[in-house]
């Protein structure tokens, strides 16, 4: 029972440079979602992915861009990364998008940008 | 202002003592809502969740939910140094989207 697979765990990047952070689950979910968290501001949506072969801009999508690359999988892409981005970044997936279902969420990858 | 509202914390708590966390929301389409716990350096896991009013128990919790007034609490029973954690309490817009609040940190005591 992996649930949600996030990787890498943690990362040191340079001003500048990018890198993309890879999430999958197993558990045959429709809707998948990147958020970030930061310390006092709790989580924010980066974005999000209804269904496979959609997506959508979250609350904070400036700097970032994503991929869903099938039903499985949903990465994050950092083209330039700035101190700014320096976060916890989790993805998360459900059943489907509705008021009724929770999120089930990866281990997380803590990204430091110096 | 954020549409999930929670005191920071820090709750302190005795062991076996009631912990009662307390959130107010702001939209008021919001149908339904969850609390995650989260410990230190791990990632949230869901523990209740609620869309009717009055209350919903699950071992010892229970959520308590009153749209009138736009107020959810979560109670812990009997709480346990494992409880230990930061709660978040959790509103859906009217897409399913999640809105999250900054999360009560709870610390029991022995």
């Known amino acids: 029972n992996a649930g949600v697979t996030q990787t890498p765990k943690f990362q040191v990047l340079k001003t500048g440079q990018s890198m993309t952070l890879q999430c999958a689950q197993d558990?045959?979910?429709?809707?998948m979602y990147w958020y970030r968290q930061d310390p006092g501001m709790g989580l924010r949506l980066i974005y999000y992915s209804a269904s496979e072969g959609t997506t959508d801009k979250g609350e904070v999508p400036n700097g970032y861009n994503v991929s869903r690359l099938n039903k499985r999988e949903f990465s994050l892409r950092l083209e330039s990364a700035a101190p700014s981005q320096t976060s916890v970044y989790f993805c998360a997936s459900s059943e489907v998008m509705g008021t009724n279902y929770g999120y089930t969420f990866g281990s997380g990858t803590r990204l430091t940008v110096v | 202002q954020k549409e999930v509202e929670q005191n920071s914390g820090p709750l302190s708590v005795p062991e076996g003592a009631i912990a009662s966390l307390n959130c107010t929301y702001s939209?008021?389409?919001?149908?339904?809502f969850f609390w995650y716990r989260q410990y230190s350096g791990k990632s949230p896991e869901l523990i209740m969740f609620?869309?009717?009013?009055g209350d919903k128990e699950d071992g010892r919790f229970t959520a308590q939910l009153n749209k009138a007034s736009q107020y959810v609490s979560l109670l812990i029973r009997d709480s346990q140094p494992s409880d230990s954690a930061t709660y978040l309490c959790v509103g859906t817009d009217s897409w399913g989207k999640l809105q999250f609040g900054a999360g009560t940190q709870v610390v029991v005591t022995p």
């Open positions: 939209d008021r389409g919001s149908q339904s």
């Open positions: 609620i869309y009717s009013n």
């Open positions: 558990m045959n979910h429709n809707s």
